[in-house]
């Protein structure tokens, strides 16, 4: 009874599993038995080490892409709650992207100091989630695709409409480096934004492991088991939408704090496909995946129709995204040695 993602890309048998068994679904592996990476620890610190020192080490343009690709990580790391570890999939995760930028660029227009536009964006972003995402989640499959995929189409309209700047645009002033930091602004704006991608993290990772982040993964497994065991789907899911969305607003501030423009164009329909391509591709239900698929949404040349053949590719190959092929290299590795 498994939904979303699980019952349309993820489910199926598989040569030699016999009727009734089912091929790990993507992002998962048969039982929850995942190989893990041996070095946890030292891939963490060395981590940390390189992404503090990236904005002392790489030049203006570079700076600015690596910086969006934390702005990408963010919103990706919403979009798992709900595709990864809820099983759903949403195709208007890109909208309330767009309706946290502009909440972010509209407050700064208006004189707004940069700390009030973060916690701003998120609110919006969670209050129209909420709002959304209890309808919405009573969908599930292609149903809630469909659903996602009208919210990504009428958003830009709507900006385009009743935004200032209308089809234009807003450009909006950056944050400038204090003084007293000796930093460049564009390096200013890359530690600012690697400071919320880590407290994103941070945040994302308790609440995946408090009981609602249990119960969505529960859902995910068999809704009606979840359900006879007292859970309430459709509570699960809005509250997993909302805050996703929230993620998605605090990433679409991000973005105005870096690029300082918006126009309706940057967050069409083919952004919530992107960042949809990019967290499969990338690994669902994983934080590397979520990184990898901000490096592919960012860097992705003609992203409408490469992401869909990218995400047919990654499907067909490797079903777990890059971050399963990387999970279970030491053990080929191993396999190979004995």
């Known amino acids: 009874m498994s939904a979303g993602l699980n019952t349309g890309l993820n489910t199926g048998t598989g040569p030699g599993t016999g009727t009734g068994h089912r091929r790990p679904a993507v992002g998962q592996y048969a039982g929850d038995r995942r190989p893990t990476w041996p070095y946890p620890r030292a891939t963490l610190g060395t981590a940390v080490a390189g992404a503090v020192s990236v904005p002392f080490l790489v030049p203006p343009y570079p700076l600015h892409q690596v910086t969006l690709v934390l702005v990408y990580v963010v919103a990706l790391l919403g979009l798992d709650l709900v595709a990864g570890h809820g099983g759903q999939i949403s195709l208007g995760h890109g909208a309330f992207f767009?309706?946290?930028?502009?909440?972010?660029a509209i407050l700064l227009s208006a004189g707004a100091p940069y700390p009030l536009t973060l916690p701003a964006a998120g609110l919006?972003?969670?209050?129209l989630g909420h709002a959304f995402g209890r309808p919405a989640v009573r969908l599930s499959g292609v149903?809630?695709?469909?659903?996602?995929?009208?919210?990504?189409?009428?958003?830009?309209?709507?900006?385009r409409r009743l935004a200032p700047g209308g089809a234009m645009g807003l450009p909006v002033r950056t944050p400038d480096a204090p003084f007293f930091t000796g930093l460049d602004d564009d390096q200013w704006v890359y530690l600012l934004v690697l400071a919320v991608a880590a407290a994103a993290f941070t945040l994302m990772r308790a609440v995946v492991r408090s009981n609602r982040g249990r119960a969505l993964v529960a859902l995910r497994a068999d809704a009606g088991a979840a359900e006879l065991l007292g859970m309430r789907p459709a509570a699960i899911r809005a509250h997993a939408f909302a805050w996703s969305a929230m993620?998605?607003?605090?990433?679409?501030?991000?973005?105005?704090?870096?690029?300082?423009?918006?126009?309706?164009?940057?967050?069409?329909?083919?952004?919530?496909?992107?960042?949809?391509a990019g967290i499969v591709i990338g690994g669902l239900g994983t934080v590397s995946g979520a990184v990898i698929g901000a490096v592919v949404v960012t860097f992705l040349p003609a992203p409408g129709l490469v992401s869909g053949l990218a995400l047919i590719l990654v499907l067909a190959v490797a079903p777990n995204g890059v971050t399963g092929l990387v999970r279970r290299a030491p053990a080929f590795i191993r396999r190979d040695r004995s």
């Open 98 to 104: 767009g309706i946290g930028a502009y909440t972010a």
């Open 247 to 276: 993620y998605a607003g605090v990433a679409g501030c991000l973005f105005t704090w870096t690029t300082g423009f918006v126009a309706p164009e940057s967050f069409t329909v083919t952004l919530s496909i992107t960042l949809l």
């Open 143 to 159: 149903y809630l695709a469909v659903v996602t995929f009208a919210v990504a189409v009428a958003v830009p309209p709507l900006i």
């Open 124 to 127: 919006v972003a969670y209050g």
